[in-house]
Each structure stands twice: as structure tokens, then as C-alpha cells.
């Protein structure tokens, strides 16, 4: 299947459960916890689905994987082609290694070096570009054109979309009577198949969208009702400074309410306390959506009681510690 014609392919709640069970067996059905603490601070129940405890580190894995699966035994053996700041990059460079295949990673000079070593560690080959979206494009175009490899973007793509609608269908399935299910937002590909999932499972479910602050593309595309691009951000949150793709912003403009902008401040803050009660590894990224279900959905009785939250990754550089 080329890009174009995954370009085509269905996007709606029957493309998340195929997918799920296109990928039993290639990731981890990964574990949903919760902690008093964390629930005394925000008021209510909060359910926390750990992609931090995926392969790669990452909800990426689920769509790399979907994607791989998708291609012809003729496409896979010219390997695949993406570009990505990081948790995308490692999981695709890990797909190709379970499919038998190459993976030409192009990443940003500025990526995280832990991000960077993961690729290079599960076989994947490294192409350096400057930190812009037009140069990642580009050169990755130049890559597919020089190799013949497929192209799998890191979230403008059906395939990678439903792939990663399969950790909320998880969450959702585990726990029918959650009221709300926040995840965070970046390129789109996990909000957009989070609502898919969500909503196809329940249309009682609230789908909310957390992102930065620094990079509230996303929220002034919701606010302004068109898709809205924003100059590249220096967030912390690395997962999460790309603009909303084209595929993504039509979903994520029909089912989520609102989306919640984080404050560089409360981003470190919160992923910190994180750490510190829970006792578990998150990035930024995660944090993001613990720092929204924490302080940003209000309080009463008329507010949501049960929430899941989607952890993104937990891939963290451990030498550049933010509140060091």
C-alpha cells in the first residue's frame, strides 16, 4: 500500500478495532493505574493508561506498527522512511526491526539524545535536519526519493491514526463508565484516534485535548474553526510541538469539546510531582495531560468524576533534568 492510498482509507471507529486486533501479539496491552494522591489534588477518580510501559516508550509503536502491517512483503523489503523529534522516530526504527526491514529516520539537530540513541539502538538509520517542519519534509522526501522507501509520516495518516486510537479503546473498554478521557496533542494523530475510539465506544464520553501552552495550535484551530499553523515552539513537551495534520484536524474539530493549554511552569511542575508520587517515568508530553486533569476541569458535583488519561511516552533525557 503506497501513501497515497492509505491516504484513503477509512477513518472511523471500525479502523481503530481492526486495528487492535491487527496488533495483538506487537504491542503491549498496557496497564491502567491510579493513585490516591493524584485523585485527592484533582477532586475526582483519575485512571492513567501507561503508554510510558509500551515498546519504544511510546503510544508511537501502536501506529508504526499498524502501518508496517499494512505494506506489501515488496514494500517492506525497500524498508520505510519517516521523520519525527523522537518517540515516533524510535518506534518505527523498532516496527522495522520486528518486520525485518530498514528504517531511515530523519530527525531534527535539535532532537533529545536519548530519542536519538533509541533509533540508532533497535537499527534505524539517523539523517540529521535542521529543526523546521519544511526542512523535516523535505528531507525525508529526498530520502523516499533516494531509496525507494515507504513513507510513514509520524501522524498525518490513516493507518497511523487508528493504530494509535487502540490505546483509548483499551482504556475505554477497561473502564465503559469513564466520563471524560483527556490525551495530549501534538500533531493530532493520538487525539483524533483517541476520539474515534472514545466516541465509537460511547457517545456519553467527553474527548478533551491538553497541549502547551508554548504550541496551542490546536486550540486556536478549535477556537477559530479552521486549522490553524503555528511557528515551530521550544516547548519542553518535544512530542508536542508539531502542528495538527490535515487528516487529524477534521476529527478532532467534530468530537473534542476543549482543549486545555499548559504553562511551561506547570508542564515541569507537574511532571515532577508525578514522578515523585507515583513513581513513574513520564515525559513532558505526559504531562500535559496530568496537568489538565489535575487543575483544569473544574469542581462540583456537576463536573466529571471518572477520567482517564492517556500517558503518551516516557522517554526522558535524565542528564537534562528540567528543574535541575
Known sequence: MSIAQSQHLPLDFQAVLEAGARLKGLVHRTPVFTNSTLNKIAGRELFFKCENL???????????????????????????????????????????????????????????????????????EVISCKPTQQDREETAARVQ???????????????????????????CQEFPNLDVVIAPVGGGGLLAGTCLAAVGLSDQIEVIGAEPAAA?????????????????STSIADGLRTNLGEH?????????????????????????????????????????????ALHHLGS??????????ILSGGNCDLDRLPWS
Open 54 to 124: 509500551q515498546r519504544a516508550g511510546a503510544f508511537k509503536f501502536r501506529g508504526a506498527c499498524n502501518a508496517l502491517s499494512l505494506l506489501t512483503a515488496d514494500q517492506l523489503s525497500r524498508g520505510v522512511v519517516t521523520h519525527s523529534s523522537g518517540n515516533h522516530a524510535g518506534a518505527l526504527a523498532l516496527a522495522a526491526k520486528l518486520f525485518k526491514t530498514r528504517a531511515y529516520v530523519v530527525m531534527p539537530e535539535n532532537s533529545l539524545a536519548v530519542k536519538r540513541a533509541a533509533v540508532l539502538e533497535y537499527g534505524g
Open 145 to 171: 526519493a533516494e531509496t525507494d522507501a515507504a513513507m510513514i509520516p509520524p501522524y498525518d495518516d490513516p493507518r497511523i491514526i487508528s493504530g494509535q486510537g487502540t490505546a483509548a479503546l483499551e482504556l
Open 216 to 232: 496551542a495550535d490546536a486550540h486556536e484551530s478549535l477556537k477559530r474553526g479552521e486549522r490553524i499553523l503555528l511557528p515551530t
Open 248 to 292: 487529524n484536524w477534521p476529527i478532532i474539530q467534530k468530537y473534542v469539546q476543549r482543549i486545555i493549554c499548559i504553562s511551561e511552569d506547570e508542564i515541569i511542575a507537574t511532571t515532577r510531582l508525578f514522578w515523585e508520587r507515583t513513581k513513574l517515568l513520564i515525559e513532558p508530553s505526559s504531562a500535559v495531560a496530568v496537568a489538565a
Open 300 to 309: 462540583g458535583d456537576s463536573e466529571p468524576q471518572q477520567v482517564g488519561i
